[in-house]
């Protein structure tokens, strides 16, 4: 099975830097989505890591290590419209898995 | 186009009812995936079609009934629901089945009377 957690919730001011931290243990997995998810919507794919390392997109990096079961998703230059659920999920070749999900809120 | 639809947004049913949630997307990808999430929880993988072909069913109870009527298109059928079953049902669409990006619908906010 897998177990992944994630922390509950976390604020932020606008401007500053967040990371959200995603510990998991399992017996095998491809690769280790973050998914972005606002109160009421549909989730929404915001990155991908396969390999150890970090990828980054504009303002959201995200960096995976296999080795140590850790993974996390950074957002900088945080914007109000980036309160919103953030979701962890590890993908095998049938299915995602997700975290319970980081609410994360972002004051002025 | 990169869009999955559901219809409808919004559904209310009695205990008693017989009802479908329906899904479509035109990107040409061949798998499809039913999930339930409540409030603040993660979403819950039901089913998983690949190809057309029912791959996954997450031990869902029978009350849940799901269809692939062909590659764009996949339906949720209920009958004889449970308060307990009031969720957003999501519908989500990759390439193929397993590790790649999955699009997601706007979901079906279900309630159950």
């Known amino acids: 099975g897998q177990n992944i957690d994630q922390p509950t919730e976390m604020t932020a001011t606008e401007g500053a830097i967040v990371q959200i931290n995603c510990t998991y243990q399992t017996s095998g997995f491809n690769g280790l989505f973050w998914y972005q998810q606002h109160a009421g919507e549909a989730p929404t794919f915001l990155s991908y890591n396969v390999l150890d390392g970090l990828e980054e997109k504009g303002r959201f990096s995200s960096f995976l290590s296999r080795s140590k079961g850790y993974s996390y998703l950074l957002l900088k230059e945080l914007q109000m419209k980036d309160s919103a659920s953030y979701l962890c999920?590890?993908?095998?070749?049938?299915?995602?898995?997700f975290g319970a999900g980081t609410t994360v809120t972002v004051r002025a | 186009d990169t869009e999955v639809t559901q219809t409808p947004k919004h559904l209310v049913m009695g205990m008693t009812n017989k009802k479908s949630l329906k899904c479509e997307q035109h990107?040409?990808?061949?798998?499809m995936y039913w999930y339930k999430q409540k409030a603040k929880k993660p979403p819950e993988l039901m089913f998983v079609y690949s190809y057309e072909k029912l791959s996954i069913n997450e031990s869902v109870p029978s009350r849940f009934s799901p269809e692939c009527p062909n590659s764009s298109l996949l339906n949720l059928h209920l009958h004889a629901l449970q308060p307990e079953d009031s969720a957003l049902y999501l519908c989500?669409?990759?390439?193929?089945?397993?590790?790649?990006?999955?699009?997601f619908g706007p979901g079906t906010r279900l309630t159950v009377t």
């Open positions: 990107m040409g990808h061949r798998a």
């Open positions: 999920a590890l993908s095998n070749d049938y299915k995602l898995s």
């Open positions: 989500a669409s990759s390439p193929l089945q397993g590790s790649y990006e999955q699009y």
